[in-house]
C-alpha cells in the first residue's frame, strides 16, 4: 500500500495493477484484437474486393452493402463496449468473472464522460484536460461503489481534489509512450509489406488494445489509491 499519491507511486501501481490482472488482460486482448482486425480491414482494398466479389455472387445491391457495413460496424461497437465493461469490471472486483450488473450505469456515464470530454477538447482543450485527470477513476467508481450512476461524477471530483498533476503527469507519460509503440507498429506494418494486409492490421489493432488495457489499470488504480479506507474495510466484513 502507497501512502503517498504521488507520480512514481501511481505509475507503479499501474504496473502492477496490469500484472494483477494479466489473465483477464490476456482475454479482452484475444476478443478485442480480432474484432478491432475486421473493423480496420473495412478500410483497405481487400474488405473492398470482398464486397465487389459478394455482390457478383449475391446480387445484393448498394443499399443491402450498406446495410451490411452498418451491421458490422453495430457489432464491432458492442463488442468493444461489452469487453471494456468487462476489462474493467474484472480489474475492479479482482476475478474473469465479474458480472454485468453495473453494465448499464457503466455505458450511460461512459456516453456522457465521452460526450463531455470532447466537447471540452472542442472548446478550449484546457477544459478537456482537466475533465480527462479529475474524471479519470469514474468507471472504476461505477462498477466498484454500486452507487447511483449520476453520483460517480461528484465522487470522481470530490475523490481527485488536489491530484490532478501527478493524475495528469501519468496520462502523459502513458500516453507518449503508447504513442511511440503506435508509431513503431505503424512504421513496421508499413515497411514489412510481406506480411500482408491482414497482418498489419492485426499488429496495430494489438497496440490499441494493450493502450485500452493499460489506461483501464491507470484508472483502476487511481480508484484503488484514493478510495476512502473504510469502505475497503466495510467491504472485507460484509
Excluded: C, H
Aim: glycine fraction near 10%.
Amino acid at each position: 500500500m502507497y501512502n503517498e499519491f504521488t507520480l512514481s507511486n501511481l505509475l507503479s501501481e499501474t504496473v502492477e495493477t496490469v500484472r494483477r490482472n494479466g489473465t483477464i488482460a490476456l482475454i479482452f486482448l484475444a476478443i478485442i484484437v480480432p474484432a478491432s482486425t475486421l473493423f480496420g480491414l473495412f478500410g483497405e482494398n481487400d474488405f473492398l474486393e470482398f464486397l465487389i466479389a459478394l455482390e457478383s455472387a449475391s446480387n445484393l445491391s448498394t443499399s443491402g452493402q450498406i446495410g451490411f457495413v452498418v451491421a458490422a460496424v453495430f457489432a464491432w461497437l458492442v463488442v468493444v463496449i461489452l469487453a471494456q465493461f468487462w476489462l474493467l469490471a474484472g480489474m475492479v472486483r479482482r476475478t474473469a468473472t465479474p458480472g454485468f450488473d453495473r453494465f448499464g450505469a457503466f455505458l450511460g456515464v461512459y456516453i456522457l464522460v465521452t460526450l463531455a470530454t470532447a466537447l471540452g477538447f472542442i472548446a478550449l482543450i484546457i477544459p478537456g484536460l482537466v475533465l480527462l485527470a479529475r474524471w479519470s477513476p469514474i468507471l472504476a467508481i461505477v462498477v466498484g461503489d454500486g452507487r447511483p450512476a449520476m453520483d460517480s461524477f461528484g465522487d470522481a471530483w470530490r475523490m481527485t481534489t488536489g491530484k490532478g498533476w501527478p493524475i495528469f503527469g501519468a496520462i502523459v507519460i502513458l500516453y507518449v509512450g503508447l504513442l511511440v509503440l503506435s508509431g513503431i507498429a505503424e512504421g513496421f506494418s508499413l515497411a514489412a509489406s510481406g506480411i500482408g494486409t491482414y497482418a498489419a492490421v492485426a499488429l496495430v489493432a494489438l497496440v490499441e488494445g494493450v493502450s485500452t488495457v493499460i489506461f483501464t489499470a491507470l484508472s483502476v488504480s487511481i480508484y484503488d489509491m484514493l478510495r476512502n479506507p473504510s469502505e475497503e474495510l466495510t467491504e472485507v466484513f460484509e
